[in-house]
């Protein structure tokens, strides 16, 4: 979405990573996380501007829920604790 974004600006782009997300486990996940290129230097400042303003408008899921397990905080569409695997409570 973000590089096609950029794409239509006119910006010239990459995504690094893309498809190395099946080495996560054998390599640190810093290496093959997925990154947004700009290959232009002189692209760099309207980019971000771009990438800014689309941030802005996008919508904030203020509805947590905070597991009563081991207190990690979860988004509202998740109904299951990751990290301890314990149920959303009931409203």
């Given at each position: 979405m973000r590089k096609e974004l950029l794409e239509q600006a006119g910006i010239q782009c990459m995504i690094k990573n893309q498809r190395s997300s099946g080495l996560a486990g054998e390599i640190p996940f810093v290496e093959i996380f997925p990154e947004l290129w700009v290959l232009q230097d002189q692209d760099y400042d309207?980019?971000?501007?771009?990438?800014?303003?689309?941030?802005?408008?996008?919508?904030?899921?203020?509805?947590?829920?905070?597991?009563?397990?081991?207190?990690?905080?979860?988004?509202?569409?998740?109904?299951?604790?990751?990290?301890c695997g314990q149920e959303k409570p009931s409203p």
């Open positions: 309207h980019a971000r501007q771009l990438l800014e303003e689309e941030t802005e408008l996008l919508p904030i899921n203020q509805d947590f829920w905070t597991c009563p397990g081991c207190g990690e905080r979860h988004e509202s569409q998740f109904g299951v604790c990751w990290m």
